[in-house]
């Protein structure tokens, strides 16, 4: 068995915030399984094509990071994602309710439980961002050129291989383009797969972050809220006195932060808090008549999360009452609005889809690192789905910047060569 580090994921989507730094190891069985996969005829010619397509997969890559995919507005990525993946090649094709773009790839075997496989369509960047794509020698220069858009190049030419080496598998497939990823998308695709469409998924593999080795194999959870305080508002001189939400949202932020940084500070995983977005008000010489707060909570123990959460909650209703007693004329009120619900979750190392990730990382000369991050595995991991968050491979910089970059030094496609090997391993290949 060979030793791997549980290591800090701090590139793309992926943060780790806490795992126990201990030794896990992958076992043979799953070791030589991989081996014995790879030299197969037919996955050797699905390497093959891959790497003689790459000029190709980068045209694709170029083509959908041009195509602005905002936060709840994907449709128009998913329709050139979805013509893509019909022009590779799928038994079926639909687009869901939410937005999502799968692609079915039927088994041999007619078995139950679906492998899929995903990357996220959805970019940060709001409406009117320009998304050309600057060539700067080998280096590709544009916002969301790396994340995620990279990992849809490698779902495409993944498929190709698989087809032009008539590779069949024992078990159905999907591949799938993903909505809500980011931000307040609030992993509304993955959310309705699991939760909704009634799929049956036996496991799930998510193509998001940085370069090869990386293998998330749990989920950070978070919860966040938007405080929305009212108050009648008026002029800062003729209405002095007046109940003036600011003073009151400055007043919660006070109480929340020194009651939470007391419970961080404490003897518990690591947990965190922030506010990050203020908002409201109509001119500096105006009382305003609302003033609003976004905030995120995270923590690798639902316990925890829940804990910070109710911290927040009751110091919001502590420092609104406080403030309405304080003299004012009138009074403010408030609204907590849940804007954001992942869940924490992990998977043992030793399951079987984390072993053969793992054990495929390093058949292409990677140290396998595992770790934690927010990604789309945070909804399958909490239902206790087998589940794994690899890398898009390469090299990149600047996520979620309008100077995002991203250079393809990977020798020979790799990371997808990965992708395809660890779903092979899932799905089992047909003889």
């Known amino acids: 068995m060979r030793k791997i580090y549980i290591g800090i994921i701090t590139v793309g989507l992926f943060f780790n915030l806490g795992l126990a730094q201990d030794d896990v190891t992958i076992e043979k069985k799953y070791t030589k399984e991989i081996d014995r996969l790879a030299k197969a005829k ?12 790459k000029n190709e997969t980068t045209k694709n890559h170029i083509a959908l990071t041009e195509i602005l995919a905002p936060p709840f507005k994907e449709d128009v990525r998913g329709v050139a994602f979805s013509k893509m993946l019909e022009l590779a090649g799928v038994d079926s094709l639909w687009t869901d309710k939410v937005g999502n773009v799968i692609g079915l790839r039927k088994g041999t075997s007619g078995t139950s439980g679906y492998v899929g496989i995903d990357a996220h369509l959805d970019v940060v960047f709001p409406e009117g961002t320009d998304v050309t794509v600057k060539k700067m020698g080998d280096t590709l220069k544009a916002p969301g050129i790396g994340d995620d858009t990279r990992a849809l190049a490698n779902l495409i030419s993944m498929l190709k291989a698989m087809n032009q080496a008539d590779i069949k598998t024992e078990k159905d497939v999907l591949i799938v383009g993903s909505v809500g990823e980011e931000g307040l998308g609030d992993l509304r695709g993955m959310k309705y797969i699991f939760n909704e469409s009634g799929l049956d ?25 938007k405080l929305v305080v009212k108050g009648k508002g008026g002029h800062s001189w003729g209405a002095f006195g007046l109940a003036n939400p600011h003073h009151a949202l400055g007043k919660s932020i006070d109480l929340f ?4 940084w007391e419970y961080t500070s404490g003897d518990i995983s690591k947990t965190s808090f922030n506010v990050g977005r203020i908002g409201g008000g109509t001119s500096v010489n105006s009382i305003p008549f609302e003033s609003w707060m976004e905030v995120d909570m995270r923590a690798i123990s639902p316990k925890n999360l829940d804990e910070i959460e109710t911290i927040f909650k009751s110091s919001v209703e502590k420092a609104i009452k406080e403030y ?3 003299g004012v004329d009138g009074e403010v009120t408030y609204e907590l609005i849940k804007i954001g619900d992942r869940p924490s979750g992990e998977l043992s190392a030793e399951t079987p889809l984390v072993q053969r990730s793992m054990a495929a990382t390093e058949y292409f000369g990677a140290t396998p690192s595992l770790g934690r991050g927010s990604t789309n595995i945070n909804i399958p991991v909490s239902k206790g789905i087998p589940a794994v968050c690899i890398g898009r491979g390469g090299s990149g910089g600047g996520a979620h910047s309008l100077h995002e970059w991203y250079l393809n030094d990977e020798p020979s496609e790799e990371s997808i060569k990965l992708a395809l090997l660890i779903t092979l391993a899932q799905a089992g290949l047909s003889k």
């Open 42 to 53: 037919k996955v050797k010619a699905a390497f093959s094509y891959i790497e003689s397509q």
């Open 201 to 225: 998924i036996d496991s799930w593999i998510a193509i998001d972050g940085g370069s090869m080795g990386r293998v998330s194999n749990a989920g950070l959870g978070s919860k966040r809220y």
């Open 257 to 260: 932060s020194k009651a939470a």
């Open 324 to 326: 309405n007693a304080s």
